[in-house]
């Protein structure tokens, strides 16, 4: 089983891969850096798993994994988190892994975990209440309704990025899955149908194009 491990840095994916050593059969072919586009060399790499360790912002985890899921359509993506908020877990379910594993496992457990997850041995689905609460707009996760809302007040991608503290390619990234959702292929087309369903009741921290970012704090 070739594993292959996305992490914010060395030390992180080092200890990851001393999990892994409990793993019979089990061959770690390489850490990648996550804070940067790593698809090239993950599809070079042909992983049977993709270990995806918690990245610095939830925006640029749910962007790697998406990247890797088009990179390695075949391999299991496995997210490695803190977190098992219900949201979150959805959030990255959409964004493409087939399970998660919680880091607070005993010492030597997440290598058995994701053993077990390749074998089809273990199975989760998320909360309905949970799902429910991120996908009444079409299945948008409330980052890609509250990014939608925003452009069509008319803000540019470079706008949106600097108000919600992210990069223009996580906003672009989220824009891409509106427009997928939606069935449209562009920023004014996404704004025409969020009009006519009813999408665009501003978020609490909404701008307009014409309001610098002072006049918005």
């Given at each position: 089983?070739?594993?292959?491990?996305?992490?914010?840095?060395?030390?992180?994916?080092?200890?990851?891969?001393?999990?892994m050593?409990?793993v019979t059969?089990?061959?770690v072919?390489?850490?990648?850096?996550?804070?940067?586009?790593c698809?090239?060399?993950?599809?070079?790499?042909?992983p049977?798993?993709?270990?995806?360790?918690?990245?610095?912002?939830?925006?640029?985890?749910l962007?790697?994994?998406?990247?890797?899921?088009?990179?390695?359509?075949?391999?299991?993506?496995?997210?490695?988190?803190?977190?098992?908020?219900?949201?979150?877990?959805?959030?990255a379910?959409?964004?493409?892994?087939?399970?998660?594993?919680?880091?607070?496992?005993?010492?030597?457990?997440v290598?058995?975990?994701?053993?077990?997850?390749?074998?089809g041995?273990?199975?989760?689905?998320f909360a309905?209440?949970?799902t429910?609460s991120i996908?009444?707009?079409?299945?948008l996760?409330a980052?890609?309704?509250?990014?939608?809302?925003?452009a069509?007040?008319?803000?540019?991608?470079?706008r949106?990025?600097?108000?919600?503290?992210v990069?223009?390619?996580?906003?672009?990234?989220?824009?891409?899955?509106?427009?997928?959702?939606?069935?449209?292929?562009?920023?004014?087309?996404?704004?025409?149908?969020?009009?006519?369903?009813?999408?665009?009741?501003?978020?609490?921290?909404?701008f307009?194009?014409?309001?610098?970012l002072?006049?918005?704090?």
């Open positions: 089983m070739r594993i292959l491990i996305v992490a914010d840095n060395a030390v992180a994916a080092n200890g990851i891969k001393l999990e050593r409990h059969g089990c061959h072919v390489g850490y990648l850096n996550g804070r940067r586009s698809a090239l060399i993950a599809a070079q790499e042909k049977d798993v993709v270990l995806v360790d918690d990245l610095r912002t939830s925006e640029l985890t962007e790697r994994i998406a990247e890797l899921r088009r990179a390695v359509p075949e391999a299991k993506i496995v997210l490695l988190t803190l977190s098992t908020h219900a949201v979150w877990l959805a959030d379910a959409n964004a493409g892994i087939d399970a998660a594993v919680a880091k607070i496992a005993r010492p030597g457990g290598g058995t975990l994701v053993r077990e997850i390749v074998r041995n273990v199975f989760h689905t309905n209440g949970a429910e996908t009444k707009h079409h299945e996760t980052r890609e309704l509250e990014i939608l809302q925003l069509s007040s008319g803000n540019s991608n470079r949106i990025a600097e108000r919600l503290w990069t223009e390619q996580t906003v672009k990234f989220h824009l891409s899955n509106v427009y997928r959702k939606l069935g449209v292929s562009n920023r004014t087309e996404a704004s025409h149908v969020a009009h006519q369903r009813n999408m665009l009741a501003s978020p609490s921290h909404a307009t194009a014409g309001e610098s002072g006049a918005a704090a």
